[in-house]
RNA sequence: GGAGGGAUGGCAGAGUGGUAAUGCAACGGAUUGCUAAUCCGUCAUGGGAUAAAACUCAUGCGGGGGUUCGAGUCCCCCUCCCUCCGCCA
């Protein structure tokens, strides 16, 4: 959400913003409609003062025994007036909400400018991809002939976009939760939380999910949203509060399933389980001060990364351009695994600073010491990682010549102390 | 699913139709100085005014409607929270 002030005091800067974007100028628009909606108000507001007034001398008079008959005609002619005025400063204002809450956050100005994913601006590439003397297959070539990736079963269970894992590569994604928490909770200074994967609107709201993108989301028939990213649960657990800034950074990581319609996505990645309706991920959130975000942004895109590279999988980190970044986003790192059997490096996190966009339709503020009033947190957001895409890159990165996959290191004792997945005989169907 | 209770500022908490008490916390100031106390002011949001204030007006008692000259208060609808009962992993 905008501040409507920062609107009024810097209209060009605002417009550059969206520009930048692709989008058309707005401030206009939404400049003429704040001044109709003052005018409109201060004109209640008249009105208003002199009923208040009349009122007031009603309850005298009536008190002395007086007579109110011509205050009271007064007070009942100016009701009609009022009530469409109210009516008309109600719409004026909910027209100017209905506009600022569909517009996307302003991009930082460090962000690259373009107009999609290929004009995302590769900031370094870390790892060494593996030289295999055979032709690197796909994770799904793999999982199928492990025989413990199962897409048909999937399939009669719930459609298209759904996997159902096996034996040890179920035990896999397992582990790769696990390690991935332990790493964040342990080393990276996170809290873990384990949140409800359904939810109010009101909090997909505080996220920006809504109202704009429901049609990305599942939802049930009373009426509660199943979770996208545990984004939504984890930041919204700052809805409402006023922290004080000693509090601040808080940082909380959280293991949860996340479910997405796909919806605009028809036909993309429809083979293997690198888009599915339901998948795991290890979310990392932080609400920081103002002055912080920009910091915590790189830290929170190094903890990322320390995943990767514990799992030795070769990766590249991209900062998104403005024309590739998510509504709330002021600024975004993708970090992006390599893929051997595809031959591509493919989004496996994604860590966006917010700024003050998620705070404002939360109301998250904190308060420092010694200085008066509230002001809003800045939030935080990157997948660390997600677990299925993980699992992709750990089975192609492992794969071998005999359709043998080697455990990284870290995930073995996650794993029984299992340094191959082997082929199973038969599927056990 | 059934029954009941509740929602008022950062927090606590009064207020049964006539200007939203009070306490705590916070901020500004005054005063006196033995780890502090005391006093005064400020202490929700928005409009107008202003360089910024002072100032001024309106709104604000979970949300939305209604009754009334006037609603935190009365009526209707909705949401959320809590308690008890039932069911349940």
Redesign the pocket.
Known sequence: MHD??FI?QSPEEFDRGLARRGLAAMSPQILAL??K???T??A???M????????????LA??NGDD?DA??????S??DK??AD??SA?SLEAELTGILEGLPNLPADDVPEGGGEDDNVEIRQVGTKPAFDFEAREHFDIGETLGLMDFEGAAALSGARFVVLRGALARLERALGNFMVDLHTGENGFAEVSPPVLV?SEALYGTGQLPKFAEDLYRTED?YWLIPTAEVPLTNLSS?A?YDAGDLPQRLTAWTQCFRSEAGAAGKDTRGMLRQHQFGKVEMVCVTHPDESDAELERMTGCAEEVLKRLEVPYRVVTLCTGDMGFGARKTYDIEAWLPGQGMYREISSCSNCGEFQARRMNARF?T??????RFVNTLNGSGLAIGRTLIAVLENGQNADGTVTVPEVLRPYMGGLERIEPVKGTGK
């Open positions: 409507l002030r009024r704040d001044a909606r003052r005018a108000q201060t209640l507001q008249d208003l003062q002199r009923r208040n007034e009349a009122s007031k001398q009603v309850g009536k008190r109110a205050l009271i005609t007064e007070v009942q100016l009701k009022i009530a109210e009516e109600k109010r009426d409402g006023i308060r010491k010694g200085e008066k009033g509230t």
